[in-house]
């Protein structure tokens, strides 16, 4: 049998010409099939997702051991480790100017689910046998404009975006922390070593939101709702 949310983003999918599958992100302690474990980092596996693939990440087949850790399969680096890692933020990725910097951008962030679940799910909504706790968009600027117009619709409240930090932080983690929407663009090594596409950006939703998303398209312009401008606006 079908599931609810299987089928339930096709319309805001069609209505915004979103050519990726929107890709489901699920935590959870229960049994899932061993054939989709597969060594992957959770940068690749979110575009291999948006193509149609599956995968069920834990602390053994987390490749990278930043997204383990951002999304809580693996516990934090210490000692020399860390000391490791400060170096390749500040001196290999040359992502931060120094340790200071690099010590707030970690602790100004949502911290990540440690702890939380054996194994992380990633594949299309349109196949996710359980339900999704996050869909990720991978879409253009103005899809994206479109999305987050269409999450606040009903209630109004802006976004307040998480845009540094790493892919796996800002597209998975602070969304699942916080239970709010967020966009990104993601860091700059994962897009490279990923080749995400120029345009790509990364639109976050948490699965309790989304369908304020799907009630919208019909209500709202940023949906298919026509736009309607009174006379005494066209006059001036």
């Known amino acids: ?20 599958r929107p890709v489901a992100v699920t935590f959870t302690n229960e049994e899932v099939a061993e054939e989709k474990r597969k060594k992957v980092w959770v940068c690749n596996a979110l575009k291999q997702a948006a193509r149609g693939k599956s995968f069920v990440m834990d602390a053994e087949t987390s490749a990278c051991p930043g997204g383990g850790w951002h999304c809580g ?19 290999g990725e040359k992502l931060t100017a120094s340790i200071v910097s690099f010590h707030r951008m970690q602790s100004l962030a ?38 987050v117009f269409l999450d606040h619709y009903w209630d109004g409240i802006p976004i307040r975006a998480e845009l540094t930090g790493s892919l ?19 860091d700059w090594t994962a897009r490279r070593m990923q080749k995400f596409g120029p345009d790509v950006v990364f639109v976050s939703v948490p699965y ?3 369908r304020n ?14 736009l309607e401008i009174p006379e005494g606006f066209r006059r001036r």
């Open 168 to 186: 796996c932080s800002s597209a998975i983690a602070h969304p699942l922390v916080t239970g709010r929407t967020n966009v990104t663009f993601g």
């Open 110 to 147: 949502a911290p990540p689910p440690l702890g939380m679940a054996e194994r992380m799910l990633i594949g299309p909504v349109s196949d996710a046998e359980m339900r999704p706790d996050l869909v990720v968009f991978l879409v253009n600027a103005e899809q994206a404009c479109r999305l």
């Open 1 to 20: 049998m079908k599931k609810a949310w299987q089928g339930e983003l096709d319309g805001l999918v069609e209505a915004l010409g979103i050519k990726s």
């Open 208 to 210: 309790e939101r989304i």
């Open 73 to 91: 399969l693996t516990p934090p680096p210490q000692g020399p480790s860390w000391r490791g890692l400060q170096w390749f933020l500040t001196r």
């Open 213 to 226: 998303l799907v009630s919208a398209v019909p209500e709202c312009s940023a949906g298919t709702a026509e």
